[in-house]
């Protein structure tokens, strides 16, 4: 079965970085693009980044652009989410998923992504 484990979240201060990672297993991981959402305390989980299968293509929303950079090492069967700049409102838990989509629009919603991991919580302190 499909399975996705986030690490790498924590407390870090505002201005301050994190990189989470997310490795799969179950699947083969160089033929899915794969996204980070995030879920705030009372809000809904919104999307933060997506990569294509080889990883030339990415998508940011515009909330995290220019601060935070999606990759992937297919080798290693893992993606990552390099978060600079961070600030209170990035407060939330992380999580990564696999899309069934190979690239596009789409993968910013959450409509095609079947397999979630369980969250990393990342906490900003302003």
């Known amino acids: 079965q499909v399975q996705l484990v986030e690490s790498g979240g924590g407390l870090v201060q505002a201005g301050g970085s994190l990189r989470l990672s997310c490795a799969a297993s179950?699947?083969?991981?160089?033929?899915?693009?794969m996204g980070w959402f995030r879920q705030a305390p009372g809000k809904e989980r919104t999307f933060v980044a997506a990569?294509?299968?080889?990883?030339?293509?990415?998508y940011y929303a515009d909330s995290v652009k220019g601060r935070f950079t999606i990759s992937r090492d297919n080798a290693k069967n893992t993606v990552y989410l390099q978060m600079n700049s961070l600030k209170f409102e990035d407060t939330a838990v992380y999580y990564c998923?696999?899309?069934?989509?190979?690239?596009?629009?789409?993968?910013?919603?959450?409509?095609?992504?079947?397999?979630w991991g369980q969250g990393t919580q990342v906490t900003v302190s302003s």
């Open positions: 998923a696999v899309s069934t989509r190979g690239a596009g629009p789409s993968l910013k919603t959450e409509y095609d992504y079947p397999y």
């Open positions: 179950g699947l083969t991981f160089s033929g899915y693009a």
């Open positions: 990569i294509t299968r080889s990883g030339t293509s990415t």
